[in-house]
């Protein structure tokens, strides 16, 4: 005949479970509870694995950690919805082979609700199917301040840091990873969905399809890119462009240097522009050996330059309506004498990494005002829409700390994205706006 348990020695065993297994999770991380104010601490490959276990909450990077080069990293599979702050740091030596899998990279996809900022992964070599990226094979959230360098490879929709940019923002990120496959091939993304925004970003690995789109910075581009360039060297068979394979987009200040290779519909800038328009952007028509901006013969926004042009003393001046005072810089003696941005790589890499700042915006949703709290001076505060349009655009004098009010009523009915600019780092939220 087989015993029962006491019952009060079934309800001890079982707390003793709960708590022993209580422990592993803390165990997992160097400190935090995972909240956004007090993030799980990452500072080991170990740390950085558990992340896949809970995909809701907030992460802080400590420190670079190293990967084993022999060993496969397993992308973290589902939808990413939490915060991920690298925190100024780099993981270094990724390696995923994953030749039939499709959604490859450090993450699979990062959804709409979720931030990854302030994060590098260096000398990654990265190979998957289709939609595949260094740091995700797909994003929908915000992305912010983060690179990649090595090499990528697929066979659809691959790109040097994001395969899919289905959604949200990639700003101030750059790859300077080669990037290859058959079609929709791009140095940064892939693909650039319509809802997408792509802003002050760069790529300079080289770009190569076997079959047709690729772009320095994006194959297809269907969504705005604005105040971003490219320099490697793209290779395709059509629809092959400095810039972009493909846009149906606004391209707005942009610039593109490496040669462009293939047989038809090649431009220095676009291979095809099927809907949209070029404004203020400029390619150079001798290291792209390309005599027009745009395969598909648009030429109204589209201006070749030679070398001496765009690189020499007198080149802020080619490029108009650049903003030269607060976001490019020009020196002949640095980037071979081309614009770059004041943010540049040796400023996020070489300088200890700003202080994560908490910032409260509510209510949320809202119809009418959005209550904006910060502990340092907000000097400016800039809305986009979900099209990655601008809307709003506040700058504010002398900064303000504390709670500071903003009129939303005019906006229309949908989501936004507010960037948060403070004397000491961006801070980026979103909202839903009601009617």
Known sequence: MQKLLHPSLLTLIVFSVSLFNSSLTYAE????????????????PEHLNAIRHNLEAAYIL???????????????????SGHFN?????????????????????????????EVINFGLRHATVKGNRR???????ND?????????????????????????????????????????????GGLTGVSAGSALISKCYARGHVTASGNIAGGLAGRLLGPLENSYATGIVRGVEQVGGIAGISSDTITN?????????????????????EGEIINSYWNT????????????????????STQEMTGGQAKDVFENWDFEELWLHDPEYYDGYPYFQWNEELITHVEAPKEIIVQVYPNPTADYLQIEAPVAIT??????????????SPIENGITGKTKLDVQNLREGHYFVLINTDEAPVKKRFLKLK
């Open 62 to 80: 400590n420190q670079d950690i190293n990967l084993d080069s022999d060993e496969n990293w397993e992308p973290i599979a589902g939808i990413f």
């Open 86 to 114: 690298g925190n100024g740091h780099s993981v270094n030596g990724l390696v995923i082979d994953q030749a039939d899998d499709d959604y490859v990279g450090f993450f699979e996809h990062i959804g709409e609700d979720a």
């Open 132 to 138: 595949v990226g260094i740091l995700a094979g797909r």
């Open 141 to 185: 959230g915000v992305v912010f301040n983060c690179f990649s360098t090595g090499e990528v490879e697929g066979n659809m929709i691959v790109g040097g840091l994001v395969g899919r940019h289905n959604g949200g923002m990639l700003m101030q990120c750059y790859s300077m990873a080669d990037a290859s496959g058959i079609q929709s091939i």
């Open 254 to 274: 942009v610039y593109a240097t490496g040669e462009v290779i293939g047989s038809e519909l090649k431009g220095g800038l676009v291979g095809e522009l099927q």
């Open 286 to 305: 001798e290291t792209s050996g390309r005599d027009q901006g745009v395969g598909s013969s648009y030429e109204q926004g589209a201006y070749g330059r």
């Open 29 to 44: 991380f160097a400190g935090g509870d995972g909240s956004e104010d007090h993030p799980y601490q990452v500072e080991t």
């Open 380 to 393: 400016s505060i800039t809305i986009y829409d979900a099209m990655g349009r601008l809307v709003m655009d």
